[in-house]
C-alpha cells in the first residue's frame, strides 16, 4: 500500500513556493522592459510589474492632419511593452512554480485557493 504523503513537507513547500512568489512579484517592480513602433518614433517604459513608466514621442511623429498615426503607434507600442512585462513575469514567476498547473499557477495541485 503506497504511502500518504507527507503534510507537513508538502506545507512547508508551499508555503516556500509562496515566499518566493512575494519576493518575485517584488522584483518584477524593479525590472524596465522597452517597446517602441513607428520605426522607433513611440517609445513605452514599463515595469515588471506593469506600472507605466514613460511615453516618449519624436516630434517628427506629430502631424497634426494624421494624429490618428499618432494614437496607433502610442497604442502599438503600449501593447508590446505590455506584453514583453508578462512574458517577463512569467519567466520569472514560472522559474519558481516550476510550470506547476500551467498558466493559472498552482491549481494542478488540487489545493483550494490555488
Do not use: C, H, Y
Not at 522584483?27 to 513605452?44: F, N, Q, R, T, W
Amino acid at each position: 500500500m503506497p504511502q500518504p504523503p507527507n503534510m507537513q513537507k508538502m506545507l512547508a513547500q508551499v508555503q516556500k513556493m509562496q515566499q518566493e512568489m512575494v519576493s518575485a512579484q517584488d522584483a518584477l517592480k524593479d525590472e524596465i522592459v522597452e517597446a517602441s513602433s513607428g520605426g522607433g518614433m513611440v517609445k513605452v517604459t514599463i515595469t515588471g510589474d506593469l506600472v507605466l513608466k514613460g511615453i516618449v514621442i519624436d516630434p517628427e511623429a506629430v502631424d497634426p492632419q494624421d494624429v490618428e498615426l499618432l494614437q496607433d503607434m502610442v497604442m502599438a507600442a503600449t501593447n508590446e511593452a505590455i506584453r514583453s512585462a508578462q512574458e517577463l513575469a512569467a519567466n520569472k514567476l514560472g522559474a519558481i512554480t516550476g510550470g506547476i498547473g500551467g498558466p493559472g499557477g498552482m491549481g494542478g495541485l488540487g489545493l483550494p485557493g490555488f
